[in-house]
């Protein structure tokens, strides 16, 4: 059988595996994946790799939910990036590469597997968003099996498939819904690589990279870092909502209330910070100056290790039994298994406080996922979204359509299991 499949016939007579592997090519790399579409799709067996023909100049077309049919009936599909696959082709029973690297091996490596055709043509014409389907399927066939012989080893390593699926549809669902900009404000603040690879009219959207060895994502795309926007110099009016008005949940102490369930530590129902001022200050009421120094006491404790001073205090005793329990567990095993299901392993440079600092932002990470599949849930049907999240906050588009009970729903999801947030409000991001 020739590689390339572009009739329904063809693909018919192509008998699926029990698993096999597959990637995407859209028709132009550089475009977030909400803003392009398919133009081939590359299938490997495990013995033989063809090229799935859905839109390009040299070929006819295959419908695509032909192939998702044909995918289907394997009991699993390795992809490199399972959001990113999502986008096209719906694949339940994908298993994301990726993941498995970070988990095995505490890392990923950077492929470049463009021929020099590809780099040729996206050095010329790197704005055409149909670019991929004028580059020969020849090498498009050629990058892909760059892609499959470099990652063919981690096939078989998956582990927690079921909580890698949940972070994947759970972080998709917040993406894809994008912010609406001013477009005037924007340009003025804002200098991207090409406005059309991630803004469809007023519409911008992000990707969150949820590939790094912590667990935490970050959102970064095409010139914009959505986790890390100044709050000064206006650089926040540009976003406004879709609906009526953005309202914003913020954690309160957010680590703080991690830590203390991973310590099975209780907190009184007062601010933490005014807690833990009191033994800091020995009284029972703070000034506005000492619970700022509170704060920053407080997280020179978590981040900077914590002061002999302080270990008598309770919470703070408990904490350093943590660390010390988690840091002999490293040493030993030479690795240690974060809430997400990655491991980190024994690396030089590592040390107790970034161990514990994984494990946080980890932690962080497996509760804001069980928290965006609850929102889902409450916000199915509604015009109101959760367009975006930082790592202590949810900024939500919110439709007064939905009513205040919405509003009170959405607050009693993101303090269930003892959190507690306050929220804000305004006509823009700037709030």
């Known amino acids: 059988m020739y590689f390339i499949i572009e009739h329904i016939d063809q693909l018919s007579k192509l008998d699926p595996c029990e698993s096999g592997f597959v990637q995407v090519i859209s028709c132009n790399d550089s475009y977030h994946p909400k803003l392009s579409k398919v133009s081939l799709v590359y299938y490997n067996n495990f013995s033989k790799g063809y090229i799935f023909a859905v839109d390009h100049s040299e070929s006819l077309s ?11 009936k394997h009991s699993k599909i390795y992809v490199f990036d399972r959001k990113y696959h999502s986008y096209f082709i719906n694949i339940d029973n994908a298993v994301d590469l990726q993941f498995a690297a970070l988990n095995q091996f505490g890392k990923f490596e950077s492929l470049d597997c463009n021929t020099h055709l590809h780099n040729d043509f996206y050095n010329r014409h790197s704005v055409d968003p149909r670019i991929n389907r004028v580059i020969p399927i020849s090498k498009h066939y050629e990058k892909c099996e760059c892609f499959y012989n470099a990652t063919k080893h981690l096939i078989g390593l998956e582990t927690d498939l079921e909580l890698e699926k949940h972070i994947v549809k759970s972080y998709k669902y917040v993406e894809e819904n994008g912010l609406k900009i001013d477009l005037k404000k924007f340009k003025g603040k804002y200098k991207t690589q090409c406005d059309d690879f991630s803004i469809n009219g007023e519409i911008i959207y992000g990707t969150y990279n949820l590939y790094n060895i912590t667990g935490r994502p970050t959102n970064a795309f095409n010139g914009v870092n959505f986790l890390a926007i100044p709050k000064e110099d206006g650089y926040r009016d540009c976003f406004i909502p879709k609906n009526d008005v953005f309202v914003e949940f913020d954690f309160d102490a957010y680590h703080l209330r991690l830590i203390a369930k991973l310590i099975d530590y209780q907190f009184t129902s007062e601010s933490i910070h005014e807690t833990l001022g009191k033994y800091y200050f020995q009284k029972d009421q703070l000034t506005d100056e000492e619970y700022k120094k509170s704060k920053e006491t407080t997280f020179k404790q978590l981040y900077g290790g914590i002061e002999d001073q302080y270990k008598n205090i309770e919470f703070f005793s408990l904490l350093n ?30 040390n107790k406080l970034r161990v514990f600092n994984y494990i946080i932002q980890s932690t962080e990470t497996k509760y804001n996922v069980e928290k965006i599949q609850k929102l889902r849930v409450e916000l199915q049907g509604k015009k109101s979204q959760l367009v975006l999240i930082t790592y202590d906050s949810f900024l939500f588009d919110f439709s007064v359509e939905d009513g205040k009970q919405t509003l009170e729903n959405i607050k009693n999801i993101l303090q269930e299991d003892g959190f507690a947030v306050k929220y804000k409000y305004g006509k823009n991001y700037n709030l």
């Open 62 to 72: 295959l419908d695509i939910e032909h192939i998702k049919s044909f995918l289907d």
């Open 321 to 350: 039994n943590f660390i010390e329990k988690e840091w002999k567990k490293y040493i030993k095993f030479g690795a240690t298994v974060l809430p997400t299901g990655r491991i980190i392993k024994k690396t030089e440079g590592m």
